[in-house]
């Protein structure tokens, strides 16, 4: 009797969640070449949308927990030069000169704050944090037709979600403080890319993802959502009557730009459900009544 051969176990390639690409990126910065890692296709279960826009994933039993975040930007694994995609080889003879007298701030800033980080191999959580903080100051030397400052806004954003993550796995090593100081330099720096794109400053028209998250672009009316939501949970109380202003503001823009407290349902989908959310909850903390919540 012949008995059927035991089904072969699954490849490593069906069981690997990222893979590095063959193409070559060249650093403009310190001319390395290198090849980004970049995650498989079919590996995510997509979950719930958290208040901040940020995409949960459900793990999966062939893969375990996989967070997209940690691969999206790309890194020079030698000096740390960290960006978009679509700007990592984009750079003027200016930002190259200052992105090279920046390497050791980058670096040390980087170990500093998250002591072990290697680039040199497969990103986890760590890494993936860190390419954020490493962006935050690679975009500093960036001129404002790249939108500097709403991408340092992004990059603070998922710096946060990401430590927050770390903090869950890792209680107690601080990732909850660096979480809070992201959330809120994320708070200031989301409301300053507002007020730059009002005044012609940053153009973020001309960007093609306004994210904040990997999976979805929800264009300008996001990026006004997080400035409002990021207000209301972490911005300052010590001065409560510019606290009230300030909030006032947003929830006016909110109701403006999403048709809030008329008939109207021109924006349906989830981020018109999270405004909604987050324009309760304005007029909770404002104290408005709902005869006030139409002006």
Not at 175 to 184: E, G, I, P, W
Not at 206 to 235: C, H, R
Request: net charge negative; hydrophobic share 35%; charged share 30%.
């Amino acid at each position: 009797m012949v008995r059927n051969a035991p089904k072969p176990e699954k490849d490593d390639k069906e069981k690997k969640v990222t893979f590095i690409a063959k193409d070559v990126v060249h650093c403009p910065v310190c001319e390395t070449d290198f090849h980004r890692e970049e995650l498989f296709s079919g590996r995510l279960n997509a979950s719930d949308l958290t208040d901040e826009l940020h995409r949960t994933y459900i793990p999966m039993q062939a893969y375990g927990e996989i967070h997209p975040l940690v691969y999206d930007l790309t890194v020079c694994p030698s000096c740390w030069y960290s960006a978009w995609k679509a700007d990592f080889g984009a750079v003027s003879p200016g930002i190259k000169s200052a992105l090279q007298t920046g390497i050791a701030s980058r670096v040390e800033g980087a170990q500093r704050v998250f002591e072990t980080v290697d680039f040199n191999s497969p990103r986890g959580l760590v890494e993936g944090a860190a390419s954020y903080y490493l962006a935050m100051i690679s975009y500093d030397s960036f001129t404002k037709e790249y939108a500097p400052t709403f991408k340092q806004g992004i990059s603070a954003l998922r710096a946060a979600w990401l430590c927050k993550q770390l903090e869950e796995k890792r209680p107690g090593e601080n990732f909850a403080y660096a979480a809070d100081l992201f959330y809120r330099k994320a708070r200031y720096l989301y409301k300053l890319a507002v007020e730059l794109e009002t005044k012609g400053g940053e153009r973020l028209s001309t960007l093609k993802w306004l994210g904040p998250d990997t999976d979805k672009s929800y264009g300008f009316e996001g990026v006004l959502y997080v400035a409002t939501i990021l207000e209301l949970k972490y911005g300052p109380h010590a001065n409560p009557e510019l606290r009230t202003d300030t909030l006032t503001q947003g929830k006016r823009a909110i109701a403006k730009m999403f048709g809030l407290g008329r008939s109207t349902k021109n924006k349906p989908g989830p981020l018109l459900d999270k405004a909604r959310d987050l324009f309760d909850l304005l007029k909770v903390e404002l104290q408005v009544d709902d005869e006030e919540s139409d002006d």
